[in-house]
């Protein structure tokens, strides 16, 4: 497999690619490149925060467009006179690898849960971000289930907003997320890579982690940090 540059990638498939990011990998890193490359706005808001600071999420993007609701029935829309809209379909459509990522709602009410946790596990999903709250916290923590959110609040969804659908291009924060993208989150937030680019992102950033691990290294010995940044262009 190759990039755009025809230079060698150092993985083969998405399990590798993975376990190759979580070993040497950060947000910060992935965001440096990706504004290198021109594309500046791939963070999401920074209120979206992991449920406990050493959760760490990587995988692809599983999209899920959620919208208030102030009735439960529709005349119109046989998917609003469900108790939860699509929100169990897209549930259970979680594939290995895939990260549950709802936005569209305003962000007042519980987007994620212990039990919708549970059955992420069991179909090997890697993590939930929601545009909104969380609940069950505790429980959640106890299932050590990768969770990002706005934070803890037990205000639910039902009766306040529905899944109307899934696997569907999304924006949350001006952020465009295209499910298959792949979405790296940590203490320091969540960022989209887009799928065209992933390849070209990774390989860099890959490249830049080791880079700065090697100049930590130098100003740790006593190189200045003009010369270190003169030197391997890395600060």
């Known amino acids: 497999m190759t990039n755009n540059n025809n230079s060698?990638?150092?993985?083969?498939g998405d399990d590798e690619l993975f376990q190759l990011i979580r070993a040497e990998i950060y947000t910060a890193v992935v965001g440096d490149i990706m504004d290198k490359m021109g594309f500046l706005h791939q963070f999401l808001p920074p209120q979206i925060k992991p449920l406990r600071q050493d959760m760490y999420i990587?995988?692809?993007a599983m999209t899920v467009l959620e919208a208030d609701v102030v009735s439960e029935k529709s005349e119109h829309n046989p998917i609003l006179n469900k108790p939860f809209g699509l929100m169990l379909e897209a549930l259970d459509d979680l594939k290995k690898n895939e990260v549950y990522i709802c936005g569209?709602?305003?962000p007042t009410y519980a987007l994620w849960g212990e039990l919708m946790?549970?059955?992420a596990i069991k179909l090997g999903a890697a993590g939930a971000i929601v545009d909104g709250y969380s609940r069950d916290s505790k429980e959640i923590l106890e299932l050590n289930f990768p969770t990002f959110s706005y934070g803890n609040y037990a205000q639910d969804q039902a009766?306040?907003?529905?899944?109307?659908d899934f696997r569907v291009p999304i924006k949350i924060n001006g952020v465009k997320i295209n499910s298959g993208d792949v979405v790296l989150g940590d203490i320091d937030g969540v960022c989209i890579v887009p799928r065209e680019i992933e390849q070209?992102?990774?390989k860099l950033a890959i490249e830049k982690a080791r880079g700065e691990k090697m100049v930590r290294k130098k100003i740790?010995?006593?190189?200045?940090?003009?010369?270190a940044f003169e030197k391997y262009g890395i600060l």
């Open 104 to 106: 569209g709602a305003s």
């Open 159 to 164: 009766t306040r907003g529905k899944v109307i």
């Open 220 to 227: 740790e010995e006593g190189m200045s940090a003009k010369e």
């Open 117 to 119: 946790s549970t059955r």
């Open 8 to 12: 060698e990638i150092l993985w083969s």
């Open 58 to 60: 990587v995988g692809r």
């Open 200 to 202: 070209v992102v990774f």
